[in-house]
């Protein structure tokens, strides 16, 4: 048995994020047992000097990388696949939810077949595949951005059928404008199912949205992209979910699809609802420069994608990027790894706090989190 000491963990805006702790590990290097440093606590074993510990992150919104577009994969691409899952863990990210954006109906269950033969080939070691995110295709025309057109369906019980019969167990997350005649039914059929229901590309107001969230929505895609803004006399969905106070907030922290002041300014809005996401492409991993998506082009530029009109399309920065950019502008370490790491788990429902998600865990399945000389914040494998 050996012990860590001075170790911070991450919390939202407002919790005990200064507070130090120890952990105890057993002789294979498994957290047993940890809890907040007192007067007795010996301050002379392996001392972490106030780094914090966390495990990997949770990726609810990506969207491919390697070249890999989800929604296009076939049983040819499952080698290329693992090696997408494989740079994923390199990145620190344990678990994504592999979003299937507005396609064919085909193409889309071809999709769902093939992601499901890849959760058999995980391994330790290996970025482990959630039920898919869904995203579309109900969604607003008037703010698809870069979706197919062809590809948007008005939403039934018939068209969701048609799309998710016999994958209903390999969904986790499905993003809809609830506003669209036909949505209350199908977010009725999908929490049903233990699917989680995500407002976005949406034209819903402040009421609108409300009524969605007593509904069993529980999350907004990408919050300010979309969909309404936050205004003083209109506060749509964003303004709607921080006064509900209990719907997660997917936040792309790459400085270009949200202004740093605006994410800082909902960080401190709805402290722990903020969730961040890459909402990476299937350039991830890739070069910056001219790439191909479904039939169109992306042009890569600092990691940030757009269509050849200009529409803003996504990003290929790595999920724990946007930990370290929401640290700097916030100037606030733990609540921005909690957004990345514990905040998906709520959302997913497999761990309610930052204790149940380290105990029991490898210490070398675990990040530690240093901030550098300048200021900023870097991770590094905790073992």
Not at 36 to 63: C, F, K, V, Y
Not at 97 to 112: S, Y
Not at 315 to 331: D, F, I, M, N, Y
Request: net charge negative; aromatic share 4%; hydrophobic share 40%.
């Amino acid at each position: 048995m050996r012990r860590i000491t001075n170790v911070r963990l991450p919390a939202p805006l407002g919790g005990a994020t200064k507070r130090q702790h120890w952990l105890d590990l057993n002789i294979e290097g498994v957290v047993t047992a940890l809890g907040p440093m007192g007067s007795g606590t010996s301050q002379a074993e392996n001392n972490w000097n106030g780094d914090w510990i966390s495990p990997r992150g949770i990726d609810l919104q990506i969207n491919g990388g390697l070249g890999l577009a989800f929604p296009e994969l076939t049983p040819h691409d499952l080698p290329r696949l693992m090696e997408l899952l494989d740079l994923l863990w390199s990145d620190g990210v344990e678990a994504i939810a592999p979003t299937l954006v507005t396609c064919g109906i085909k193409p889309l269950r071809n999709a769902l077949a093939v992601l499901r033969e890849a959760r058999t080939q995980h391994r330790a070691g290996r970025c482990r595949l959630l039920g898919a995110h869904l995203e579309g295709p109900f969604l607003a025309e008037s703010r698809r951005g870069a979706h197919p057109r062809e590809h948007l369906a008005s939403p039934t019980l018939t068209a969701l059928e048609t799309r998710i019969n016999g994958f209903e167990s390999e969904i986790s997350l499905m993003t809809l404008a609830p506003e669209l005649v036909g949505a209350d039914a199908v977010i009725q059929r999908l929490r049903e199912l233990g699917i989680t229901v995500a407002l976005g590309h949406s034209a819903a107001n402040a009421n609108t949205a409300g009524q969605a969230f007593s509904q069993g929505v529980g999350m907004l895609t990408h919050a300010f992209n979309a969909m309404p803004g936050l205004h003083h006399r209109a506060p749509g969905p964003v303004g709607e979910a921080c006064r509900n106070g209990n719907i997660a907030l997917g936040l792309i922290a790459d400085g270009v699809h949200v202004d740093p002041t605006m994410a800082v300014l909902l960080q401190r809005l709805a402290p722990s609802q903020i969730v961040l996401v890459s909402d990476a492409l299937a350039p991830y991993g890739l070069a910056d420069g001219t790439h191909r998506w479904d039939e169109r082009t992306l042009l890569v530029t600092n990691g940030t994608c757009r269509l050849e009109d200009g529409t803003l399309a996504g990003v290929t920065l790595p999920q724990l990027e946007g930990v370290k950019r929401l640290a700097r502008w916030s100037k606030e370490i733990g609540p921005a790894i909690w957004s990345a790491t514990i905040a998906p788990r709520q959302v997913i429902q497999s761990t309610c706090n930052i204790q149940e998600a380290l105990l029991g865990q490898p210490l070398s399945d675990l990040l530690r989190w240093t901030q550098n000389a300048d200021g900023d914040l870097q991770w590094a494998n905790a073992a």
